[in-house]
């Protein structure tokens, strides 16, 4: 890094941010209980962001681009990559701004009860919990992926600032199969910023309870119009249309309109007011920025325009930084309750997606569960639904049971009525 | 002009030999894969103008694989020194180690390689690097400026070009390959407001090639504000079966996420892919034929000559008038399935595993001419603007999204649009009701295909105008 700055300093460049993020990770695919492959990897990658000032026509100008200078590049290669992202930055023609004001800080160590522990151990540990999870062989784990990270990363740029931290990331995914009476599986993933097996044994019954619901789901749902559930990493998908469109990204250029204090989510007619928080998985932003907790919504009311630099500078914001998880405080209704209304609640997808441009929401049903006045829970498969939370965020009610994983803690359900489905006529 | 030789890598070979032979020496098989990779991506909008170099498919690095006692264990770094060898061939005989006392390995037969030894490099009319980023900058900006002239009801216009310059090299005992391949893609999008709502229209075009591409541009600023002007009208339509006409892009979606991620043979491995149970059945009208290849035809970003284990590239038949006569596959499944590989084993980049993924998929044309396809509809939809799309090998369901359809009464397009649409339904339920195929064909590129949520590659996808009933929603 000290020579990547010394050729920064001696080709002329006044502003400049270098990232360095060492990762070592130990990776184990497994196809049922056998080991698959094995893989190792050790990675040292740098990059700098290069801003160049100029002024045109009287109006002042801030270009940058970013470069990544590889370890095996050499001092002449390093040097002339500078000079050509020195002369690209000059066509940049962006405004001035500010950079993020000076930051220094001592490494901010892993969070992860795991950090002492070696990458090859915290796998092991996965490994078990995954090797253990089925007992019979009609439903099982089919296939899993474990990858365990821990990765280095260290911020340094021409205002003074130096910051660095250390992140341990488990990141994983698996595949469960039920093979009668029909032969099906669900897909999940899971993602942990410290080793919690006892988090992934319950992913896992989860993943084996559904396929096997799957396995006996017959035809897709009634076409029409029904109220739905959503839980888990779908209801946290369906929040990016809040986190997207309070993001300074989309304020500045016109895509959103939002402004501080306007009640973004309109009228609460049948519903809960939304209080949102924007919460930190790391110590410092990719530019350096402290970051903190911050409220994005609260009964509805936005709160924080959130993101980098130069988007805050222009709007005459505070910079945030990027966030990546989110916390919401609502839950009025037991999640058996919501069951128990009728609602038609969507357990998986094949791809669940909020379009944060337009507010519509929609995804092919994978499995879907329906509970009758009786209390009979018949298991459905097809079909799709497809809505859009514009007309309908007046009307979520959220369950008081929660969920938690890397990039959310809040409610596990949410019950949204009138959303249209495309199921059997 | 043909895409010259990495220096790097040149300067590297001697280093990756010694690794090379120093693994030989402890395995019964080893390989290493090394790459050299430049990317470069360039936006205009509202938002500002953005030249950043792009590290999403990789950078400089290498793998080293290499098989004992029945398995595989691989390393990857982002650099090699002469120092580091000793390093590098002790944590994979700790792997070995390590699992070889924990865990049962899927048992894989040793590759079987026949020798080889080529170098290669694609073609290009204009080098990016030599146009510059001044040229490349002023383009984006002249195309982004006219199209936003047309319309004052436009919130925003992206103008974007990316170009990708990769060097490969792989080495094993009796293979030694390199490949030097260029490709690039522009696209535009525009965006309006509805209401509350953003709608936008997206068009693009890919090549294997150079900065030539963004002669296309005007040409996609044009489809994607029709596009924008189609999205923007659109009613949400009634859920139920629709006789529909297909795009070449919607084609190209339906060839690939519906059908295309059902044929990777890893999946016929874990017993993960209902289409293992169907190869010589028929799964689709006898009107379809269907190919996966770098080596195909249709040249576009996901061309090359050899894959990341080393195998060459190949021109795959996998639908042939209706019948399923073969999937795809990468080196280790093919060992396993007891078949030949296809080429088709790839990495996001050098630092990831390999799985079998496509290149450059599509139908074949037919003989219809598409508005006689059009005419041929009483009630039905024109399809177009494909959004995303998901596999489900196992059971082969649908889920495929298109910005809007045109509505067709009586042989005609009314002017009328639905949309957002949601495309489910049983994947050969859908392709044996395709009843016509047009004569010509569009492939694109443009974006990356992920094995399930990720290991991003650059795929390319296409085909005819297809007739089809599809359940909407």
Redesign the interface.
């Known amino acids: 890094m000290d020579k990547i700055i010394s050729l920064l300093e001696k080709a002329g460049v006044s502003a400049w941010r270098v990232t360095r993020k060492r990762t070592e990770a130990v990776?184990?695919?497994?196809?049922?209980?056998?080991?698959?492959?094995?893989?190792?990897?050790?990675?040292?990658?740098i990059?700098a962001e290069i801003f160049r000032d100029f002024e045109k026509d009287g109006v002042k100008y801030r270009?940058s681009?970013?470069?990544?200078l590889?370890?095996?590049l050499s001092e002449e290669e390093i040097g002339r990559k500078i000079k050509d992202a020195w002369?690209?930055?000059s066509?940049?023609?962006?405004?001035w701004y500010d950079l993020p004001k000076k930051t220094v800080s001592e490494t901010v160590p892993s969070g992860a009860s795991c950090r002492e522990l070696p990458l090859?151990k915290i796998a092991?540990s996965l490994?078990d919990v995954v090797l253990h999870a089925d007992s019979d062989d009609t439903a099982f784990i089919?296939?899993a992926e474990l990858f365990v990270r821990r990765a280095k990363v260290r911020i340094v740029d021409s205002a003074g600032t130096d910051v660095s931290c250390i992140r341990d990331m488990i990141r994983g995914?698996f595949?469960a199969?039920c093979t009668a009476p029909e032969?099906?599986?669900q897909?999940r993933?899971f993602a942990y910023d410290d080793l919690d097996p006892q988090a992934l044994k319950e992913k896992l019954e989860e993943g084996i309870r559904d396929v096997r619901l799957r396995a006996r789901a017959k035809g897709a749902p009634a076409?029409?119009s029904c109220s739905i559930i959503l839980t888990g990493e779908n209801l946290r998908e369906l929040l990016n249309f809040y986190s997207a469109r309070s993001g300074s990204?989309m304020i500045?250029?016109?895509?959103s309109t939002w402004k501080i204090g306007e009640n973004v989510q309109g009228e609460v007619t049948t519903g809960e007011k939304l209080r949102l928080s924007l919460v930190t998985a790391l110590p410092f932003s990719t530019e350096g920025i402290p970051m903190k907790e911050r409220p994005l919504l609260q009964d509805g009311v936005l709160r924080t325009i959130h993101g980098n630099a130069?988007?805050a500078h222009y709007l005459g914001i505070e910079p945030t930084g990027g966030y990546e998880k989110l916390r919401l405080d609502a839950g009025t209704m037991s999640y058996e309750d919501m069951k128990r209304s009728g609602a038609l609640e969507a357990v998986s997808?094949?791809?669940f997606?909020m379009?944060v441009?337009?507010?519509?929401f929609?995804?092919?049903l994978?499995l879907a569960l329906q509970t009758d006045g009786s209390g009979n829970l018949t298991a459905l498969?097809?079909?799709?639904v497809?809505g859009?939370l514009?007309p309908l965020q007046g009307k979520l009610v959220f369950s008081k049971e929660r969920y938690k994983d890397s990039s959310y803690e809040g409610p596990l359900a949410v019950l949204i009525p009138d959303v249209?489905?495309?199921?059997s006529? | 002009m043909k895409v010259e030789s990495s220096s790097?890598l040149a300067l590297?070979r001697p280093l990756l030999k010694k690794l090379l032979d120093g693994l030989l020496e402890r395995y019964e098989y080893a390989s290493v894969l090394a790459t050299d990779v430049e990317m470069k991506s360039y936006s205009v909008?509202?938002?500002?103008?953005?030249?950043?170099?792009n590290?999403m498919f990789g950078?400089?690095?290498f793998t080293a694989r290499v098989y004992k006692d029945g398995?595989?264990?691989?390393?990857?770094?982002?650099?090699?020194k002469e120092e580091d060898i000793p390093s590098v061939l002790a944590?994979?005989n700790q792997?070995f180690k390590?699992?070889g006392n924990?865990?049962?390995?899927?048992?894989t037969p040793p590759a079987e390689e026949t020798p080889l030894s080529f170098s290669k490099s694609t073609e290009f009319l204009a080098d990016p690097r030599k146009l510059g980023?001044?040229e490349i900058?002023k383009k984006l900006v002249s195309v982004r400026e006219e199209g936003l002239k047309a319309d004052e009801m436009l919130?925003?216009c992206t103008t974007r070009f990316n170009y990708q310059v990769y060097h490969k090299l792989f080495l094993s005992r009796s293979r030694d390959l390199e490949q030097n391949v260029m490709f690039s893609d522009c696209s535009a999008i525009f965006?309006g407001r509805?209401e509350?709502?953003?709608?936008?229209g997206y068009s693009a075009s890919s090549a294997l090639g150079g900065a030539e591409i963004l002669e296309r541009l005007p040409d996609c600023s044009a489809q994607a504000l029709d596009s924008l002007r189609a999205a923007l009208a659109a009613e949400?339509i009634q859920?139920?079966e629709y006789e529909c006409i297909c795009t070449p892009q919607v084609t190209g979606m339906i060839v690939h996420e519906a059908f295309g991620h059902g044929v990777e043979m890893d999946m016929f491995?874990?017993?993960?892919a209902l289409a293992k149970n169907c190869v010589g059945t028929q799964v689709a009208s006898e009107l379809v034929t269907m190919k996966d290849g770098a080596a195909t035809s249709y040249e576009d970003v996901a061309s090359y000559f050899f894959d990341d284990e080393g195998n060459p590239a190949s021109d795959t038949v996998i639908i042939d008038r209706g019948i399923l006569v073969s999937g795809i596959c990468d080196g280790v499944s093919a060992a396993r399935l007891g078949v030949r590989p296809t080429g088709n084993g790839r990495r996001e980049s050098v630092?990831h595993?390999v799985y079998t993924r496509m290149t450059n998929t599509f139908f074949t044309e037919g003989t219809s001419r598409p508005e006689d396809m059009i005419a041929s509809v009483k009630e039905g939809l024109l399809l177009d603007c494909p959004t995303?799309?998901?596999?489900?090998p196992?059971?082969w369901?649908?889920?495929c999204?298109v910005s809007f359809g045109r509505e067709i009464r009586d042989g005609r397009l009314t002017g009328r649009v639905f949309g957002?649409i949601?495309l489910?339904?049983y994947v050969p339920d859908l392709l044996k009701s395709i009843s016509m195929i047009s004569d010509t064909v569009g492939h694109c590129g443009s974006g990356a295909c992920g094995k399930?949520?990720k290991e991003w590659v650059k795929v390319s996808d296409g085909g005819p105008y297809i007739k089809a009933r599809i359940?909407?929603?």
């Open positions: 990776e184990l695919y497994f196809i049922k209980k056998k080991l698959d492959l094995p893989r190792y990897k050790d990675l040292d990658e990059s270009g681009t970013t470069i990544f590889e370890p095996s002369y690209a930055a066509f940049v023609k962006n405004r090859a092991d490994a089919n296939s995914e595949v199969q032969d099906v599986e897909f993933q076409a029409g990204a500045y250029p016109g895509y130069r988007f997808f094949s791809d997606q379009d441009m337009d507010g519509h929609a995804g092919e994978r498969t097809g079909g799709s497809n859009n514009i249209m489905i495309a199921g006529d | 790097y590297v909008n509202r938002s500002g103008i953005r030249i950043t170099e590290n950078r400089r690095g398995g595989y264990a691989e390393y990857s770094a982002n650099c090699l944590r994979l792997s390590e699992t924990r865990y049962e390995r899927f048992p980023d001044e900058v919130v925003d965006i509805k509350e709502a953003l709608k936008d949400p859920p139920g491995v874990k017993d993960r630092d595993k995303s799309g998901m596999e489900d196992k059971n369901g649908i889920q999204m957002p949601v489910t339904g399930g949520w359940r909407l929603g």
